[in-house]
């Protein structure tokens, strides 16, 4: 019976959900379920999309646990001292590292203006220059660039070190996740060729040589899957605690929500779904899954395209029940 209800998920991946690359199924840490798709094998990384900036939450929860950073409620200019506060501009003054990671942030923007950054020769510093504005502190607004972007400038500033080292030393070594190098980027067309391309693994960095926090990291299936199995242990990995439990509580609760998106709750840098579950959503339909109740975590890494379809409904519809007893 279980098979037959593999075979016609597969069937409906196939029919809907052409771009998925892998999908791997854990349940209480044993793996039950594991496919690959579009020519695509458990070595072969994707560009996770905003994945990566769950992957950044951590990092900062990490830096913070090891005397780094102070705490989330660090003022984000108390990190770049010889920043220059335009002239009648208060509120980025007070806006805080918890600002950055619960998205309630204002910015000096209507839309986010993506071009800009990724052709940027410095894209934390306008990060800053749009940081604040007339917005009032507090109200969720959503920045998939530059305002996540800017916590990997605090993480340089604060460790003397690049995100990725800091990143392999602490996170990526231990879960024995390979991201080898700093993928560099030069044009558009670069840009552009990596984003689909299964021979690509690293981690881009931005003209200055720092990582990027809000997009950029490929990471396998079963990479992902690790980082969702630590989350649902309290982050403790081989009998190691490699992110504190009191951080990955705090990340994993209400902090916003987005009205837009289906008022969505939001934690720090990883989304709510419910009571019982959160998730590291990026564009293409990637996914990290948590259920804590039961004890699954699901990873989907996919293929960039726009306007995928969600993949929340797949896991809970189809995969949650096959699996889940």
């Known amino acids: 019976m279980k098979q037959e209800k593999i075979e016609e998920l597969e069937k409906v991946i196939c029919a809907e959900y052409g771009n998925i690359a892998g999908i791997l199924v854990q349940k ?45 409620d660090r003022k984000v200019l108390d990190f770049f001292p010889d920043y220059t506060v335009k002239a009648g501009e208060r509120t980025i003054q007070n806006i805080t590292i918890r600002n950055l990671l619960t998205m309630t942030a204002p910015y000096r923007y209507q839309t986010e203006p993506y071009e800009k ?33 800017i916590l990997s400038g605090i993480l340089v500033k604060a460790t003397g070190r690049s ?43 931005d003209a200055q040589g720092i990582n990027t926090a809000g997009w950029g990291l490929f990471l396998t299936a079963e990479d992902m899957a690790k980082i969702g199995r630590l989350y649902l242990n309290g982050g403790v990995w081989d009998g190691k605690q ?13 902090h916003s929500r987005c009205a837009e998106w289906g008022n969505l709750a939001y934690g720090y840098l990883w989304w709510i779904l419910d009571g019982d579950s959160y998730a590291a959503l990026g564009d293409g339909g990637n996914v990290i899954y948590v259920n804590t109740k039961k004890k699954m975590v699901i990873s989907i890494a996919s293929l960039l395209i726009p306007d995928a379809k969600d993949r929340i409904e797949l896991i809970q519809k189809y995969i949650e029940p096959i699996f889940q007893d």
Do not use: C
Request: hydrophobic letters at 45%.
């Open 163 to 205: 995100v990725l080292d800091f990143a392999v030393e602490n996170l990526f070594a231990p879960l024995e996740m390979k991201v080898p190098r700093n993928v560099v980027l030069r044009n558009k067309e670069e840009h552009i060729a990596v984003m689909n391309d299964k021979n690509t693994s690293g981690w881009a960095v």
């Open 28 to 72: 209480s840490g044993m793996k039950l379920y594991e496919n690959y798709w579009n020519g695509y094998t458990a070595g072969h990384a994707v560009h996770v999309a905003s994945v990566t900036k769950s992957v950044v939450s951590a990092l900062i929860g990490i830096a913070i646990e090891q005397g780094y950073i102070e705490n989330e």
């Open 242 to 254: 490699i992110v504190s439990a009191g951080w990955i509580a705090e990340s994993t609760r209400e």
């Open 117 to 149: 950054f990724f052709t940027s020769r410095n894209p934390i510093r306008d990060a800053l220059d749009l940081l604040g504005g007339d917005g009032a502190i507090g109200e969720f607004n959503y920045s998939a660039i530059g305002g996540t972007h």
